[in-house]
């Protein structure tokens, strides 16, 4: 996922979301994300959607807080979401445990149904993509619509590959949405998988970044 990924390069100060600040960064994305063909499909009524987003991706940063990371600005106008390598998938319980037990009824039972089959497609596709490769799952990153273009979005990506490079670590990602495989590939992504969620016609991007470390010992 990615909205408001700009070009600008302004020096922003980034740091991890602490709890009290959950809600306004699950608002900032719900904004940033309120048209994004994912959450189109699983949310297709727009009404609906603009109530129940803020509440799904609350539970998404906490899931993030408590298995992997979280960083923001001071003023919350941009949010980076990550897993770390070992634990760059979640399980239904963790899924429960961090507030989705309400998912059945907050998108329906049948939305509900096509959302399970989404994520467990993207799932498998990360397995499959990245076998026996220990990487950073990258699982979003957005920023405030009124505070795009600052360079927000590469203040908070420079942080995170910065980190995973020093490890020499990959970064995988998936997006639903074709325009942001050009920002990624500004960021050193590459483009390995083109396809589409079976059933849904739901397409899907996979990109991966290899650490700049490893870059010139490939062969």
Not at 50 to 78: F, I, M, S
Not at 94 to 109: H, T
Request: hydrophobic share 40%; net charge neutral.
């Amino acid at each position: 996922m990615n909205t408001g990924h700009g070009a600008n390069h302004s020096n922003w100060e980034i740091i991890p979301l602490s709890l009290r600040n959950l809600d306004d960064a699950a608002r900032v994305l719900a904004e940033a994300f309120l048209d994004y063909p994912m959450f189109t499909f699983y949310f297709p009524n727009p009404s609906r959607r603009a109530h129940q987003l803020p509440w799904y991706l609350r539970n998404v940063l906490r899931c993030a807080l408590r298995c992997g990371e979280v960083w923001t600005t001071p003023e919350t106008a941009g949010v980076l979401f990550a897993l770390p390598p070992g634990h760059t998938s979640l399980s239904i319980r963790e899924y429960v445990r961090n507030g989705f037990v309400l998912a059945p009824v907050m998108l329906g039972l049948r939305n509900y149904r096509q959302s399970m089959q989404c994520e467990s497609f993207v799932g498998r596709m990360q397995r499959d993509l990245m076998v026996n490769k220990p990487h950073y799952y990258l699982w979003g990153v957005a920023v405030d619509p009124s505070q795009q273009g600052k360079g927000i979005g590469n203040a908070l990506m420079r942080l995170f590959l910065a980190r995973s490079d020093a490890e020499g670590m990959p970064v995988y990602l998936e997006t639903h949405d074709g325009q942001n495989v050009g920002y990624y590939e500004k960021d050193g992504f590459e483009l390995i998988l083109e396809t589409s969620i079976p059933k849904h016609n739901l397409p899907v991007w996979c990109m991966r970044r290899t650490p700049a470390s490893a870059i010139g010992t490939q062969a």
